[in-house]
């Protein structure tokens, strides 16, 4: 079975301009989670969805952060405009039920995205 | 509110020995989950093992087994025979009721394995 999946794997790109990341979560799981990692902040969850809702956004940084998920097998998050403190690996994770405890979340390979 | 900690930001072992990676929780609610995960080097994460809070017996996984403590609220990651491949990053993570089953997860052990 193929695993989340997450493009780019890597992005380079200049203040001020948009980046939009992808994730396809593993068939079958309703749970998505968007987190952001860094050497200084550790893993933070950015925003999570449950059913393609938005159930938790109160890890967005700001308003230039907006995450969608138009359908249970996409999602996007978006930066815009991007600033050099938005450097990070973005990691998406999916998981199959969201009120179970025993339900494994498993990990996309992450975006490193580096914001000149 | 949960709460991870993870003590040891670093820890060395040598090859075919066993270490323990430490960690400890706090929350309020009794229904919870812990779990492992191993970050290597190329960054992915990568889920190693699983212990409820109700389970009786501690989780084991081939060479990777779950001290689990549930009166001192300690979840310790035991890895049996290190070898080579181990060296990486290690975040001890939980989901409870309380928390709306978010994750909340530790800061990490970097284990090196020295031949």
């Known amino acids: 079975d193929a695993g989340v999946i997450q493009s780019p794997r890597h992005e380079v790109t200049e203040m001020g301009q948009e980046v939009t990341l992808r994730c396809k979560p593993i068939?079958?799981?309703?749970?998505l989670f968007w987190y952001r990692q860094t050497m200084m902040r550790g893993l933070e969850l950015l925003i999570y969805?449950?059913?393609?809702?938005?159930?938790?956004d109160s890890g967005m940084p700001e308003d230039r952060f907006s995450a969608k998920m138009p359908n249970a097998s996409f999602s996007t998050l978006k930066i815009q405009p991007s600033e050099p403190r938005d450097s990070a690996v973005y990691f998406c994770?999916?998981?199959?039920?969201?009120?179970?405890?025993?339900?494994?979340?498993?990990f996309g390979p992450g975006t490193r995205l580096t914001v000149l | 509110a949960q709460k991870i900690t993870q003590t040891q930001p670093g820890m060395f072992v040598q090859e075919k020995e066993a270490v323990t990676l430490d960690c400890t929780y706090d929350t309020s609610d009794p229904s919870y989950g812990l779990f492992w995960y191993k970050q290597p080097s190329s960054g992915e994460m990568i889920f190693l093992i699983y212990?409820?809070?109700?389970?009786?017996q501690n989780a084991t996984e081939g060479r990777y087994s779950l001290n689990f403590q549930k009166a001192r609220k300690s979840a310790n990651l035991v890895i049996s025979a290190s070898q080579l491949g181990d060296s990486a990053m290690y975040f001890c993570?939980?989901?409870?009721?309380?928390?709306?089953?978010?994750?909340?997860f530790g800061r990490g052990t970097s284990l090196i394995v020295h031949p």
């Open positions: 993570a939980m989901r409870a009721a309380g928390g709306s089953y978010i994750p909340t």
């Open positions: 994770a999916s998981r199959r039920s969201r009120e179970t405890l025993t339900d494994t979340q498993y």
């Open positions: 969805f449950n059913n393609n809702v938005p159930i938790d």
């Open positions: 068939s079958g799981h309703n749970s």
């Open positions: 212990q409820g809070s109700y389970d009786q």
